[in-house]
């Protein structure tokens, strides 16, 4: 089992930045294919990006792509997710999770508890 805990988000402005980390304790991080989801309320979960175990592959959301880049440092036991050119429809809860490589949730074994970020118009 491998627990997750994310950081770095907050309140930005419509074209601002921010990046989001997730750090990882218990089993080896770098077994794990990792990824990047959000909530907002009212809303369905959605995936927005994931990356392989030793991060030679990656995948992106339509709505992810050319803004955000899933990155991770398996030798700090974190993943990173930046997030450029923020817009108002990217406020939500972010999550990590473990396990998978792909968009479907229910295939994640481990989740972090997320972090807010707000974007503002």
């Known amino acids: 089992q491998v627990q997750l805990v994310e950081s770095g988000g907050g309140l930005v402005q419509t074209g601002d930045s921010l990046r989001l980390s997730c750090a990882a304790s218990?089993?080896?991080?770098?077994?794990?294919?990792m990824a990047w989801f959000r909530q907002s309320p009212g809303k369905e979960r959605e995936f927005v990006t994931a990356?392989?175990?030793?991060?030679?592959?990656?995948r992106y959301a339509d709505s992810a792509k050319g803004r955000f880049t899933i990155s991770r440092d398996n030798a700090k036991n974190t993943l990173y997710l930046q997030m450029n050119s923020l817009k108002p429809e990217d406020t939500a809860v972010y999550c990590c999770?473990?396990?998978?490589?792909?968009?479907?949730?229910?295939?994640?074994?481990?989740w972090g508890q997320g972090t807010q970020g707000t974007v503002s118009s």
């Open positions: 999770a473990a396990g998978s490589c792909g968009s479907d949730y229910r295939k994640y074994e481990e």
């Open positions: 218990g089993r080896t991080f770098s077994n794990y294919n």
């Open positions: 990356i392989s175990w030793i991060g030679a592959g990656t």
